[in-house]
Each structure stands twice: as C-alpha cells, then as structure tokens.
Nanobody, 123 residues
Framework: QVQLVESGGGLVQAGGSLRLSCAAS????????MGWFRQAPGKGRDFVAH????????YYADSVKGRFTISRDNAKKTVYLQMNSLKPEDTAVYYC????????????????WGQGTQVTVSS
C-alpha cells in the first residue's frame, strides 16, 4: 500500500513558477514509478509527466516539455513537479500517482492516487 499527499498548489500569474510535492508513505515506495496528471474543469484527466523508480528515466507530455521537470527523492519518499513559465491553460487540479513497474501515460495503469492540489494560473 502507498498513500500519497500532494502539496504546493496555489495561485500564480502567467510566467510564474510553482513546485508541487507528493509525499508518499509505505515501505515499497522506492519500487514504484510515479506520475503526475492534471484535470481541468469539465475535462478528463491528462498525463503530465512520469518518472521511473530510480529517477533516471522521465517522460513528459508535449504540452509541458521544456517547462516542467519531474524528480524524486527516494530517501524523503517524495516526488516533485517543478513548473516554470506557467500558462493559464495549465490551470487544473494536479494529481500524483504510483504504479509498480515502469511509468505510463495512462491513468488507468496507476494503482494509487493522491487527493490532488489546485493550480490556478491567472493571465
């Protein structure tokens, strides 16, 4: 079992930055790939980024590539999403998720989810 708690969301102006954190509990956290997804109002949940268990392999959605960076600190059982050059279209609830094995862009392949943190980017 893995429990996930996101934090770091908030209101920011376009062009600004935020860093989201996802704290995990559970003995086998380091064995899980971690992903970030987001859901804007009235829309489905979209893939943002994922990272493998060691942190050596990352993958990003085209919409955030070059602006967002996913990383993890297994000693702290935390995964991060550094978001730079934010745009109003980045406004969404951001969720972190965990799955055994390799990372995936498909939300249905993740077993564990956090409660989400709201990110609002004003123009």
């Amino acid at each position: 079992q893995v429990q996930l708690v996101e934090s770091g969301g908030g209101l920011v102006q376009a062009g600004g930055s935020l860093r989201l954190s996802c704290a995990a509990s559970g003995r086998t956290y380091s064995a899980y790939a971690m992903g970030w997804f987001r859901q804007a109002p009235g829309k489905g949940r979209d893939f943002v980024a994922h990272i493998n268990w060691s942190g050596g392999n990352t993958y990003y959605a085209d919409s955030v590539k070059g602006r967002f960076t996913i990383s993890r600190d297994n000693a702290k059982k935390t995964v991060y999403l550094q978001m730079n050059s934010l745009k109003p279209e980045d406004t969404a609830v951001y969720y972190c998720a965990a799955r055994s094995g390799i990372g995936s862009r498909s939300d249905y392949e993740y077993n564990y989810w956090g409660q989400g943190t709201q990110v609002t980017v004003s123009s």
